[in-house]
């Protein structure tokens, strides 16, 4: 299985959870997308299958459709560096793609310090505002990212332009993963100016806000809180 990480790590807490974040992976073939780190990029070099390194800071759309063009296994993963994965996690994503409708196989997120804890729940539609873009496998071809955002909303894009081409994204319980949740993103001090330019981007691209799009395709998901469609 490949498995893209794109990283940008400027201070050895954020090293030490990329480590725990590749130690939780296992055996895979790992492209390591390094965005110019200031620490762990001899760390990360040695670690990878594939090692790449950008003279600066492309972000997560650019930075993964990089190592996107370099994977040729059947599944791909795609994992942000600040979280954990259960041990089971090939074993279930291979089982939830094997469905051939399914594109995408999302995994229940939980907090960074919450024990890993399984379900039976394997679901193809009402689960899509839970269809997390910190951790997930699809199957080849990958379809990229379009590379005008910078890093806020560019998975709300993706996984609208999936689902109008057809492609359906799998919600499962059966694995999981903790997540540190945008630890990396917190460090950056444009991130609000990004964030609402994207925003903006997204509205020109789609005639609307992502966010209203959302409450009208999905409003009985909507009116749940966030953090409780994780519950099992």
Known sequence: ????????????????LTKNAIYS??????????????????Y???????????????????????GLKLCTEKYIAIANNDIRVSPNWKKIAEEVLATPSVY???FRMTDYEEPFSYGDRVVESGMERWCTSSFFVIKSPPRL??????NTYEDWDYWMTARKEGRSTAYTDKACYQHHHSFTQQQIPEREENNQRNR??????????????????????????YADGFCL
């Not at 990212?145 to 910078?150: A, C, I, P, S, T």
């Open 25 to 42: 992976l296992g055996n895979c073939n790992l492209i390591v997308v390094d965005n110019n780190s200031s620490v762990g990029g001899g």
């Open 145 to 150: 990212y379009d590379e005008q955002y910078l």
């Open 104 to 106: 995408s196989c999302h």
């Open 200 to 225: 903006e981007y997204f509205k020109t691209k789609w005639d609307r806000y992502a966010e209203d799009i959302f409450a009208e395709q999905f409003p009985e998901q909507m009116a749940v809180p």
């Open 44 to 66: 990360l070099r040695a670690l990878s299958t594939t090692y790449i390194r950008n003279n600066n800071n492309l972000g997560y759309a650019r930075s993964v459709n990089q």
């Open 1 to 16: 299985m490949n498995v893209v990480i794109p990283v940008f790590i400027q201070n050895e807490e954020t090293l030490e």
